[in-house]
């Protein structure tokens, strides 16, 4: 079972991850969908697409846009297809 937590808490916890450039992708029903926050961050990676962001807030601490999902992944990622990715501080494993 992979975890993710932040901030002394789990946010989200799965046997159904997929690893992409060493991340570690949870499916949306694994994570707790309460520690998650609307972002209007956006990036772009050549070969999978834009990426949106979310901040995590536990325990009334806010992580600012420690969570990314790819909504619509160019096809060479669209097995990671709105699953969230962490970092800044998450720790996974």
Do not use: Q
Request: net charge negative; aromatic share 10%.
């Amino acid at each position: 079972m992979v975890k993710a937590k932040w901030n002394g808490a789990v946010i989200a916890e799965s046997d159904a991850t997929v690893v992409v450039e060493g991340n570690h992708y949870f499916p949306r029903s694994a994570v707790k969908p309460d520690v998650l926050g609307d972002s209007s961050t956006t990036t772009h990676c050549p070969w999978k697409g834009t990426a949106h962001y979310h901040s995590v807030t536990v325990d009334g601490a806010t992580n600012t846009d420690a969570a990314w999902f790819y909504p619509e992944p160019k096809a060479a990622a669209a097995e990671i297809k709105d699953r969230i990715a962490f970092w800044r501080g998450v720790v996974v494993g």
